[in-house]
């Protein structure tokens, strides 16, 4: 069965990095667009990248424009999530997530099927 597993949550400090990993197996990851979300407690998930199935073309959601970078090594079937210049509003649980087929290039949690268990990311000052 399908499965993503995410790794490299933790805590950093405002302005500091990390990077996020997502493992998939149980499908061919190569064939499948991928993308990150976020969600805090109490509110809706929400959007961070996305990712096409080659990893030539991306887009973010406007809050991580120019500080984070959504990257895939099919592969060693990996999606990966480079958070630079870290913000108190980052904090999170952080999901990744396979795009239903026909359904590349949108953000939307509805465009989505197949989802990891998620990893928590703490930004502190």
């Known amino acids: 069965q399908v499965q993503l597993a995410e790794s490299g949550g933790g805590s950093v400090q405002v302005g500091g990095s990390l990077l996020l990993s997502c493992k998939g197996s149980g499908f061919t990851f190569s064939s499948r667009c991928m993308g990150w979300f976020r969600q805090i407690p109490g509110q809706e998930r929400e959007a961070v990248a996305g990712i096409n199935v080659s990893g030539d073309n991306t887009y973010y959601d406007d809050s991580v424009e120019g500080r984070f970078t959504i990257s895939r090594d099919n592969a060693k079937n990996t999606l990966y999530l480079q958070m630079n210049s870290m913000k108190l509003e980052d904090t999170g649980m952080y999901f990744c997530?396979?795009?239903?087929?026909?359904?590349?290039?949108?953000?939307?949690?509805?465009?989505?099927?197949?989802w990891g268990q998620g990893t928590q990311v703490t930004a502190s000052s």
């Open positions: 997530a396979t795009a239903r087929p026909g359904y590349c290039y949108s953000l939307q949690t509805s465009s989505f099927d197949y």
